[in-house]
Structures are given as structure tokens and as C-alpha cells.
């Protein structure tokens, strides 16, 4: 499905990523790790649309997206659900997810992806009226998620989910994703609560500094000396 190869990013003159490759296969939920500053919301702005790459490729469903303009990645296929959301706070909750199904082939469907929305976020039901800039963190986060659905994507990036919400509604939100993705969705998840992260994922990458330094499943990854003690704070005996 998605295919990053060897892909360079560059703020100006100074590098962001280097070489980075990595990949997504239909219905995987895949995580990418690692430690303020290594890159990771670059990459996965850079899998989006929203920077271009200096070198490499980045395939999804067998078409080159490197060179794509950025207003044409919804309607490729890809959604991206950026680091602060991003909602438009005086729109209503509903403007702000009908603006997610603008692109025709998903406002064919906008009243069943409404509805999906609804059933994956029930907070939100009483709330389609108000502005979205009344609405709590974890509700604007809610419906951040819920307005990338709305286009039907087939690859939902996520940039950081849980980023300064309640333990409680991380919880609901990560039961949210793994919803997302058991009904068919592929997911890449940028995330800096590592265990959860691990702990939902099929597969993982590291990355540090604009590099992948190690990647493989989740659950291993989760089980390494080396992982625990450098993201989990945890010891080895």
C-alpha cells in the first residue's frame, strides 16, 4: 500500500530526514517512535503532502505521490490528522467535518461516514452545533479524527494523538483507532506515548536525529532491554 523509499527532507539548507524508508501494507496499524526532534512529524507531513521530499519516493497503491501536488493527496487516498488538530474554531463541529468529505467521491458518502463518526466518537453527538473551538481537548481531538474519515481515506495519518490529553480519554481515543483500523483502515501512527503506541501496533519503527535506527513488530519491540530502558524508563535486572 504505502512505500517510503529512501526519502530526504530539507528545511532550507539543513537536512530533517535522511534516507528514510519504511512501509505500510493494507489494513496494518503501523507506529513510528522516537524521541522529540527525530523527525517523526516531518515524515509522516512529508507522507501527507504537506513537505516536499529533496530525494526518495513515497508510493501509495502503486502511484508515485513525490512530485503531487499537496491539495491532491485527500483524493489519493491519504488523510492526515496533524500535530494541534487544525480545526477551523469558529466552524461548527458539522461544517468542520462536512469540510472532510469536500472532495467528491466521499461526499457521495457523507451521510454514512457521519454516521461512522458518530458511532466511533458518541461525545460528539450532542455537539454538532456548537463551534468547534468551544469543545474539550479530547472532544477537538475527536473531531480532528472524525473530519480525516469523513474523506474515506485509505491511509490515516495520525501525528500524535494523545499530545497533552487526560490518561482517561487516551484510553478512549487509542480504542477509537484500533476500531478505525479493524474496519479496514490502514493507519500510521506518530505517537510519544510509546507503550501504547506499542501495545496497539502490528509493526514499529525508531527513529532518532532524521534516521530509522530500528523497526520491527510492535510486541518485540516492546520486549527489548534497549527500547525499555531508553523510552519506557524501565531497567533491565
Not at 522529540?36 to 516531518?42: F, V
Request: glycine letters at 10%.
Amino acid at each position: 500500500m504505502l512505500e517510503v523509499r529512501k526519502v530526504s527532507v530539507y528545511y532550507g539548507a539543513a537536512p530533517a530526514l535522511w534516507d528514510v524508508s519504511l512501509e505500510v501494507r493494507p489494513g496494518e496499524l503501523v507506529c513510528v517512535v522516537g524521541p522529540n526532534g527525530a523527525g517523526k512529524t516531518t515524515l509522516i507531513n512529508a507522507i501527507g503532502g504537506l513537505h516536499r521530499v529533496r530525494s526518495g519516493s513515497i508510493t501509495f497503491d502503486g502511484r508515485d505521490l513525490s512530485r503531487l501536488a499537496s491539495h491532491l493527496f485527500c483524493a489519493a487516498g491519504i488523510a492526515i490528522v496533524p500535530e494541534g488538530r487544525r480545526l477551523f474554531d469558529q466552524m461548527t463541529v458539522l461544517e468542520n467535518l462536512e469540510l472532510g468529505s469536500f472532495i467528491p467521491a466521499a461526499k457521495a458518502y457523507r451521510r454514512e461516514s457521519l454516521a461512522l463518526v458518530l458511532s466511533l466518537f458518541p461525545a460528539l453527538k450532542g455537539k454538532l452545533k456548537h463551534p468547534a473551538g468551544s469543545l474539550s481537548g479530547g472532544q477537538q481531538q475527536m473531531l480532528a479524527i472524525g473530519r480525516a474519515l469523513m474523506a474515506r481515506p485509505g491511509l490515516l495519518l495520525l501525528d500524535e494523538p494523545s499530545l497533552g490529553l487526560a490518561p482517561l480519554i487516551v484510553s478512549d481515543m487509542f480504542r477509537a483507532i484500533r476500531s478505525i483500523n479493524e474496519q479496514g483502515t490502514s493507519v500510521l501512527l506518530v505517537e510519544q506515548n510509546v507503550a501504547m503506541a506499542l501495545g496497539l501496533a502490528q509493526r514499529a519503527y525508531v527513529m532518532e536525529e532524521g534516521r530509522i535506527v530500528t523497526q520491527g513488530k510492535a510486541a518485540d519491540m516492546l520486549a527489548r532491554p534497549e527500547i525499555q530502558k531508553a523510552y519506557l524508563g524501565i531497567e533491565a535486572p
